[in-house]
């Protein structure tokens, strides 16, 4: 298989940052991953999720071809596999299960940020 690497992000360190023209998409072996984005004037940053052990992120670029729509960074020492676009258009065609697996990921990320978007003030009814 083209392009499946193992690499290590220190606490804190950038792994890639929204806006980024990147085709790899990351595997989680030990440690946490959070993701973030900045608020629409820049001020301050919005944590959108955080990534265990087991947990894939990064994939929404090699499906849209966009840039990255967030940035992550390692928030513990973290161990990761990055996968080239290449190779993780062989896992989907090698691998239906894992296809379906992933698209159930991808449901349960975006019921989670309705859940956060939802408690957040200026979406809040107005009395």
């Known amino acids: ?8 992000y220190p606490a804190g ?12 998409f990351y595997i989680v072996q030990s440690g946490e991953v959070e993701i ?15 990534f ?4 894939s992120f990064g994939e929404f670029a090699l499906l849209d071809k ?5 940035s ?3 928030k513990t020492d973290v161990e990761l596999v990055r996968v080239s676009a290449e ?4 896992l989907l065609a090698g691998l239906p299960e894992w296809a379906g697996s992933m ?11 309705n859940d956060r978007l939802r408690d957040l003030p200026q979406f809040m009814p107005r009395k």
């Open 13 to 24: 360190q950038s792994i890639f940052e929204e806006g980024d023209q990147e085709e790899h």
């Open 36 to 50: 973030y984005t900045q608020t629409k004037d820049g001020s301050s940053q919005f944590s959108i999720c955080t």
């Open 72 to 74: 992550a960074r390692a």
């Open 87 to 90: 190779a993780y258009q062989q």
């Open 66 to 70: 966009a840039p990255r729509s967030a």
């Open 103 to 113: 698209l159930q990921s991808f449901a349960n990320r975006l019921k989670q940020m």
């Open 1 to 8: 298989m083209d392009r499946v690497e193992r690499v290590s």
């Open 52 to 55: 265990g052990p087991g947990e």
